[in-house]
């Protein structure tokens, strides 16, 4: 039976048997990390409240890193097409309707709300994006009314006794679209909503807003939050340029999560300070980012190949004879899984708001990959000898194409290596003043992190 939205807080069978693939799907999109879960209380009544920069894929975040059936609340303009409505709602997604969304339909979210409170009850576990709208900037909008509104209705209609836990969730992307990105979701300490029941019982509006107070503030702790507007794009590139530093002047060993969360973190508040006392010194190091990142592009390096600054032609060579013996293997799975990788990619061109990119190309991805291999099983049961070999092509070409794609990759950054090696033989102009930048920027954040 499909999951329909009159009792969508209830167990069902289907959505159980799907769960654990939906989950391992956006885990195979993303590459994932978990940190502080097991501290999430158990048997209590949840409320997760993460920050809110990647439409969908906030919320399916949510769902492969909890063993539990959480219901989420999304806006509701994206439940407009009923094909994806029908989606949404079999991933337990109520919609929250906006003045946006036309003022006559603001009167459905009083069925929503008493719905969530079935769904707290039950303790599946609710999710509410707090800010109400995402936007792919590292930063904390204002949190919206609602999540408070929700939470003391739910209480006061129960005589306060649900004890509602609100976990402030952080995730951290590293890159909001492409395949194989890496996301780092943060569960936080609960903020216990009984510490503001004596203020609600006495000034009901006066506690909602201390608990989007609070909320805000916790979350900024499990997540990067770049709070100036002006020299954002400065504090957003040097968090990356001078990570592998502060990754070793707080004593971390590797620059894995949560450190380099952390590390991130630090630098940003570092920065802050900066930002506040030298303002002349801050405008020079914007103008010294901005030319630098214009150099990146123009040169097209990444990072890291500048962080690096020197490689070996003889450890190149090796890399490249390995990529030269392994080709065939890249053939094998690039070619038979081309057209379910890239039609998620076609279908998606004219999606105008980027953030979508990601959660469209992962809902169509899980659904096209099993019609796809279940194709090619059924063409391997004519062509191939002996018959069992094709009960190896499921298991085989999803390996082999994960396999191809990081190749791929891999192979990028080796012709990255050789053009960095080419270029510094021949003392090209723009490497060399590309490299000075990133000496001056790295220098200038080793005095403000003294």
Do not use: C
Not at 323 to 338: E, K, Q, S, T
Not at 408 to 433: A, C, G, H, P, Q
């Amino acid at each position: 039976m499909a999951v329909s939205r009159e009792s969508i807080e209830k167990k069902n069978l289907v959505y159980s048997l799907l769960k654990p693939y939906v989950d391992r799907v956006t885990k195979i999109y993303f590459r994932t990390t978990v940190y502080n879960y097991e501290n999430v209380p158990k048997d209590e009544i949840l409320i997760y409240t993460p920050n809110h920069q990647n439409a969908l894929m906030d919320a399916l975040a949510i769902l492969a890193t909890n063993k539990s059936e959480p219901v989420f609340l999304a806006r509701a303009d994206i439940f407009k097409k009923k094909t994806i409505e029908k989606i949404l709602t079999f991933l337990k997604i109520l919609p929250i309707y906006r003045i946006r969304d036309g003022k006559e339909s603001l009167g459905n979210n009083e069925a929503i709300f008493r719905k969530t409170i079935d769904v707290l009850k039950n303790k599946n576990g609710l999710v509410i994006l707090p800010e109400g709208t995402h936007a792919g900037f590292r930063k904390l909008k204002t949190l919206k009314k609602g999540i408070s509104r929700i939470a003391f209705e739910a209480e006061e209609s129960n005589d306060f006794k649900l004890n509602i836990k609100i976990i402030p969730v952080g995730l951290d992307w590293s890159n909001y679209i492409n395949f194989r990105s890496r996301l780092f979701v943060y569960y936080g300490e609960p903020i216990s909503l009984s510490d503001f029941y004596d203020e609600y019982k006495h000034n009901p509006p006066r506690a909602m807003n201390l608990l989007r107070e609070r909320l805000s503030v916790e979350l900024k702790k499990y997540m990067i939050h770049i709070e100036s507007e002006e020299y954002y794009d400065m504090f957003d590139k040097i968090r990356y340029i001078y990570l592998p530093e502060m990754i070793k002047k707080m004593g971390f060993k590797n620059k894995k999560q949560p450190n380099q969360l952390f590390a991130q973190q630090n630098i940003i508040k570092k920065l802050n300070d900066f930002v506040d006392h030298k303002p002349e010194e801050t405008k020079e190091l914007n103008e010294k980012t901005i030319r630098y990142s214009e150099l990146l592009k123009k040169l097209n390096f990444r990072d890291w190949v500048i962080q690096k600054g020197k490689f070996s032609i003889a450890s190149v060579f090796i890399q490249a004879l390995l990529a030269i013996l392994l080709l065939p293997l890249y053939i094998v799975g690039g070619v038979f899984n081309y057209l379910p990788y890239k039609i998620p990619v076609w279908a998606t061109k004219k999606v105008k708001d980027p953030q979508f990119l990601s959660s469209f190309r992962d809902v169509i991805g899980m659904i096209l990959f099993p019609i796809y291999y279940i194709i090619l099983t059924v063409i391997g049961l004519f062509v191939l000898s002996p018959k069992w070999l094709v009960i190896l092509i499921p298991v085989i070409m999803p390996l082999m194409g994960l396999f191809a794609f990081h190749y791929y990759i891999e192979v990028k950054k080796i012709f990255s290596r050789l053009r960095f090696i080419f270029k510094t033989w021949f003392k090209n102009k723009d490497l060399i003043e590309l490299k000075n930048l990133y000496n001056y920027i790295v220098q200038t954040m080793d005095n403000i992190t003294k």
